[in-house]
């Protein structure tokens, strides 16, 4: 087992790749300046696989929507206690997070690093689950999947989702329903855990102030060799039309919430390094802060400048680009957002307003390489979708405004676009 290192050409940096014999995969970033350690132990399961096929196996299993997050809940249990209790105990902040297509145990410390990567790697490994600690959780999750319903962020999203996707997990809550996890049972939780958390379906990514032979010495002691099988996502063919132009719900709010999103072309294979980047620019050129729409949107008063953000949302079978603020007219800054991709397609990107956005991008993404944790949490997703990090950056450097111009032409079309709003339950006018 050796360490194979990739070097930034732009950056200067290098990180560690490592091979485990158990079939992990590690990524080991020293920053030997850093006063902190960020590590995240991870595997690729999120709350889109609910049907799935193993390779050593015919069938594909369905399980209940919601079953990964809550794994990922009673992981921290054991039958001598959790792993928060082991924590506190070497100072470490440990947390965890379920995405739509990975989950992901991690903890940051400035001291005792071995101690608490020992944690890590112990319990994330030891599912402990009886019918009592499921039913205990039962009750836990649905208080806060009942809590979500009510969250005016929450709900814009995943009503926006619905309204983009006919069959795609993605518009169902990473939680689930009430219903669905009411289905959820110790057998079940083992028979996602042993197919999904397969050490050959895993990574781990430290980053820090950290030796990359003190990391293998410990993930030598804890992680075992097993036979390799491979895991099929399973999804209903989605079609590219969107479900319905506009979706609006009423919850407690001042200001109308919205998001905006344009349905993109999607496969199982997760977009490349320069599919990524193009999509990004072209992001950048149209609604960043330096652009003539949001100079627009500002001057008549759309959008609360603060929360008006963008971005590529994508994973496997599902892309989107997203539009999202608070705004009095949603309707106007969804209209204004068409005119101004029409006509970027029609007049063309201006070159300086490209070479704005390569350098502010470009500049952003080696700023974040100061942060152990998004180094560490962009090593991990980074692999999960098959990219690799400086070659990233490196994209970012070298693309050029033909591929931008090309980009355009296939992205943001009008036909597919949705736009999900929430209102006041009292009409703005009438609120105190």
Same mark, same amino acid.
Request: overall charge negative.
């Given at each position: ?17 490592? !091979? ?7 990524? @080991? ?10 590590? @995240? ?31 990922? *809940? ?20 440990? !947390? ?71 069959? *795609? ?30 050490? *050959? ?7 820090? !102030? ?13 992680? /075992?060799?097993?036979?390799? #099988? ?11 039309? @969107?479900?319905? /132009? ?65 971005? #590529? ?70 692999? #999960? ?48």
């Amino acid at each position: 087992m050796s360490l194979h290192a990739i070097t930034g050409k732009r950056v200067g940096d290098t990180y560690y790749e490592v !091979n485990h014999s158990s079939g992990l995969k590690i990524y @080991i970033y020293p920053k030997e300046n850093s006063h902190s350690t960020y590590a @995240i132990f991870g595997t690729r399961y999120g709350s889109i696989d609910n049907q799935f096929r193993r390779s050593d196996e015919p069938n594909v299993q369905t399980v209940p929507e919601g079953i990964a997050h809550f794994l990922e *809940h009673k992981l921290f249990e054991s039958e001598d206690g959790d792993a928060f209790a082991r924590y506190a105990k070497t100072g470490a902040s440990a !947390n965890a997070y379920t995405s739509f297509d990975m989950t992901c145990y991690l903890f940051s410390c400035a001291e005792h690093v071995k101690e608490s990567l020992e944690i890590l790697l112990d319990f994330v490994q030891s599912p402990y689950f009886t019918e009592q600690t499921v039913q205990k959780e039962q009750g836990i999750i649905g208080q806060e999947i009942r809590m979500y319903d009510d969250d005016p962020q929450w709900r814009v999203m995943f009503n926006l989702l619905g309204a983009l996707y006919h069959t *795609h997990p993605v518009k169902v809550d990473i939680a689930g329903t009430v219903e669905s996890i009411s289905h959820i049972t110790p057998e079940l939780l083992y028979r996602c855990y042993h197919t999904f958390y397969d050490l *050959h379906n895993m990574a781990l990514c430290i980053a820090g !102030n950290i030796e990359p032979e003190a990391v293998l010495k410990l993930v030598d002691q804890y992680c /075992k060799p097993a036979e390799p #099988f491979t895991v099929e996502r399973v999804f209903a063919e989605e079609p590219r039309a @969107i479900v319905k /132009k506009k979706v609006t719900q009423a919850l407690s709010v001042m200001t109308p919430l919205f998001q905006f999103g344009f349905k993109e072309e999607a496969g199982n294979d997760r977009r490349s390094v320069k599919e990524l980047v193009c999509a990004e620019l072209l992001l950048e050129i149209v609604a960043s802060e330096a652009s003539p729409l949001f100079r627009e949107l500002q001057e008549a008063e759309l959008i609360n400048e603060s929360s008006f953000q963008y971005e #590529f949302f994508e994973g496997p079978g599902y892309a989107s680009i997203i539009f999202a603020g608070e705004s009095k007219n949603p309707d106007a800054v969804a209209d204004r957002i068409i005119k101004e991709v029409n006509r970027l397609r029609k007049e063309g990107i201006p070159k300086e307003d490209f070479e704005r956005a390569q350098k502010a991008v470009y500049g952003r993404n080696v700023a974040a390489l100061n942060s152990t944790e998004t180094i560490a949490n962009c090593l991990i997703s980074m692999f #999960f979708s098959n990219r690799e990090l400086f070659s990233y950056i490196d994209a970012l450097a070298e693309v050029t405004l033909e591929e931008i111009t090309a980009c355009l032409k296939t992205h943001m079309l009008e036909e597919y676009a949705a736009l999900s709003v929430i209102e006041p339950i009292a009409p703005m006018e009438d609120a105190k």
